[in-house]
């Protein structure tokens, strides 16, 4: 809630104010100017004869320096350095490959592999998958595993000691 008192003397200095803007521009107005008014009359202006015909500007060609001018700075954009792609060892070994039948009677080759990152043995067939990498082929004695473009083989170590 707003106090009369300081509403009522709010009010009284905005008219004092006011009052005092009205009364300087009431003064300015009264004091003299130093314009003339021969200042303020438009000049007469004759016939034709009196106009000033201005010449007509000459042309000129532009130079052709001109345009091979650089308007604009362009600071050197620096190309990144390119970060060689780490490769990723596979340490998969391949312990075995063996084959069965499945409920069809149709043969089906398996490979047994270990992961020692998990240390893990997982036997996978055809189409499986270890940790990205798809198992695309299994032959009598390697493995070809496939993770995008990226093919590894996993060969079969004899077991003999030479």
Same mark, same amino acid.
């Given at each position: 809630?707003?106090?009369?008192?300081?509403?009522?003397?709010?009010?009284?200095?905005?008219?004092?104010? *006011?009052?005092?803007? !009205?009364?300087?521009?009431?003064?300015?107005?009264?004091?003299?100017?130093?314009?003339?008014?021969?200042?303020?009359e438009a000049p007469e202006i004759g016939g034709p004869a009196d106009v000033e015909i201005l010449p007509e500007p000459e042309e000129q060609a532009v130079p052709e320096g001109v345009f091979g001018v650089n308007l604009w700075?362009?600071?050197?954009?620096?190309?990144?350095?390119?970060?060689?792609?780490? *490769?990723?060892?596979? !340490?998969?070994?391949l312990l075995a490959i063996s084959s069965g039948q499945d409920e069809t009677g149709q043969q089906i080759n398996y490979s047994v592999i270990?992961?020692?990152?998990?240390?893990?043995?997982?036997?996978?067939?055809?189409?499986?998958s270890i940790n990205g990498y798809t198992v695309s082929e299994i032959l009598s004695d390697s493995v070809l595993l496939q993770n995008g473009k990226r093919e590894t083989t996993l060969v079969l170590e004899s077991g003999e000691d030479g």
């Open positions: 809630m707003i106090n009369p008192q300081s509403q009522h003397g709010f009010h009284l200095l905005l008219r004092i104010s *006011t009052f005092l803007a !009205v009364l300087g521009v009431l003064v300015w107005a009264a004091l003299p100017s130093d314009i003339d008014a021969a200042m303020l700075h362009m600071p050197s954009v620096e190309t990144p350095k390119r970060i060689a792609p780490t *490769t990723t060892r596979v !340490v998969f070994e270990y992961d020692p990152a998990g240390d893990q043995v997982h036997t996978l067939s055809i189409g499986q």
